[in-house]
């Protein structure tokens, strides 16, 4: 398995505080990604990270911010969580992209609820 | 624009039997395929991917998928199937734009084994 952690894996919040989840890997990868998956819709990319400092909006971003000052963590944060995020969120890592090198291994995921 | 669709949203076997989950893609380019399992409560696992080699993948657990341009499929099978092979699977499209490795999932199929 790949090295990556997640924490915490487990969280209920109250509408309106701030949450902050962290992505670990001990793989020294480039890229590292945060998805959420809700029923119905698969895993759906929130914000990735091309390097330390260097990151980047996805499909749906809005409500959430990232920040990776070193290359083996990544952090999301819901600014002020709403029902609406409650949510599985996966990182993902991935060494390279390119043709044939976009494989991206994940973690075991955070499950929040947002009360 | 790069899509994929999970013809099925559930598909039943018996144990012993084989195995179809369909996949059908779209994408301007040759594109990067993947199947992923997710076992209950689990982050994801890779299978196996496509990148343009040999059109026949084998992947882990006795999986296989062929990837038919012509129709624009990358279907995944097992001639059969095993009671932990319960599990959700998705169907993964590369995204080649601006070189960052996103990936374009389905919704997911979920494959009961039944005794």
């Known amino acids: 398995d790949a090295g990556i952690t997640q924490s915490p894996r487990h969280k209920v919040t109250e509408t309106g505080t701030p949450v902050t989840l962290r992505c670990h890997q001990t793989e020294n990868h480039r890229y590292m990604y945060w998805y959420r998956q809700d029923p119905g819709h698969g895993l759906r990319l929130i914000h990735y990270s091309y390097g330390v400092k260097d990151t980047d909006k996805g499909e749906v971003s809005d409500g959430y911010s990232v920040s990776r000052s070193k290359t083996e963590d990544f952090l999301l944060t819901l600014e002020s969580a709403t029902s609406s995020q409650t949510s599985v969120y996966f990182c993902a890592i991935s060494e390279m992209v390119g043709a044939g090198q976009e494989t991206q291994y994940f973690g075991p995921g955070t499950r929040l609820l947002v009360l | 624009a790069q899509s994929v669709t999970q013809l099925d949203s559930h598909v039943s076997v018996s144990e012993g039997t084989p195995v179809l989950l369909r996949c059908n893609y779209s994408s301007s380019y040759s594109p990067s395929l993947f199947w992923y399992v997710q076992h209950p409560n689990k982050g994801l696992q890779l299978l196996l991917k496509y990148t343009s080699a040999a059109t026949l993948v084998k992947g882990i657990n006795g999986f296989e998928a062929e990837f038919k341009k012509s129709e624009t499929s990358f279907h995944l099978t097992k001639p059969s199937a095993h009671m932990s092979d319960a599990a959700e699977y998705f169907c993964?499209?590369?995204?080649?734009?601006?070189?960052?490795?996103?990936?374009?999932f389905g919704q997911g199929t979920t494959l009961q084994v039944k005794p």
């Open positions: 993964v499209v590369s995204s080649r734009g601006g070189n960052t490795g996103k990936l374009i």
